[in-house]
């Protein structure tokens, strides 16, 4: 079984929405923080937010206010709603998990914002 998997990403028009979702191993879903980060072109691969295994979640601050980080604890999945989109959003999207200083990456899911 692949430990997270991606899906969701596509095009999408500036100010417009998309929501990606992450599944997720047991194992590696229960308890943990789950992290979603992104990668634009020629850039480093940036925190985008996480959310603990209680439901906290955090933001960076080029996306508060727009994103919105959610957990199924019972599906094992993570969530990314992304509203009001900028073309600057335009990125590989990718969902991570650390379990027992283990790290775990998808495969990533293409976001690309027109202007």
């Known amino acids: 079984q692949v430990p997270l998997v991606e899906s969701g990403g596509g095009l999408v028009q500036a100010g417009g929405s998309l929501g990606l979702s992450c599944a997720a191993s047991?194992?590696?879903?229960?308890?943990?923080?789950m992290y979603w980060y992104r990668q634009a072109p020629g850039k480093q691969r940036e925190l985008v937010a996480g959310?603990?295994?209680?439901?906290?979640?955090n933001y960076a601050d080029s996306v508060k206010g727009r994103f919105t980080i959610s957990r199924d604890n019972a599906k094992y999945m993570v969530y990314l709603r992304m509203n009001s989109l900028k073309p600057e959003d335009t990125a590989v999207y990718f969902c991570?998990?650390?379990?027992?200083?283990?790290?775990?990456w998808g495969q990533g899911t293409q976001v690309t914002v027109s202007s």
């Open positions: 991570f998990a650390r379990v027992n200083s283990v790290q775990f």
């Open positions: 047991g194992s590696i879903f229960s308890r943990n923080t």
């Open positions: 959310i603990t295994s209680g439901g906290s979640a």
